[in-house]
């Protein structure tokens, strides 16, 4: 039977879920919080394609992460055990601190004891053209 709208809204919701618990092995916050899911897209059956980038090209642990994203959903969402679930990987556009979610900035900001994200505004405002 085909996924409604409803349907689709909460397994969408459930997904977003599971991505809060998938950390990048390299930056303390998970990829969700981190900004690095650019879409969530889920056909009428039930399949999975989930676009997301890296923080940066060139990224060592990028097959990793995909495959924490992968599992996750598998193992964490019952009904998308026998799913198919695609994660593609993109650089366009380039992934920057303002895709970090407010949640996430409060996690480095306890971190690093300061707001990254802002200050990485100052520096880019800075920078000559």
Known sequence: MALGEKEKKELKEKIVTVL???YD??????????GLIYDIDIDD??????????????CPVTGMIV???EEALRENIPELADKKIEVEITWDPPWTP???????????K????????????????????
Do not use: C, F
Request: aromatic share 10%; proline share 7%; hydrophobic share 40%.
């Open 67 to 69: 495959y924490y994203v």
């Open 98 to 108: 303002d895709r970090v979610t407010p949640e996430g900035r409060e996690l480095l």
């Open 20 to 22: 809060k618990e998938v």
């Open 45 to 58: 059956d039930g399949n999975v394609h989930i676009l997301m980038t890296m923080t940066a090209v060139g």
């Open 25 to 34: 092995p390299e930056i303390p916050v998970n990829v969700w919080d981190l």
């Open 110 to 129: 306890a971190m690093y004891g300061y707001d990254v994200v802002e200050e990485w505004k100052k520096r880019m405002s800075q920078t000559p053209a």
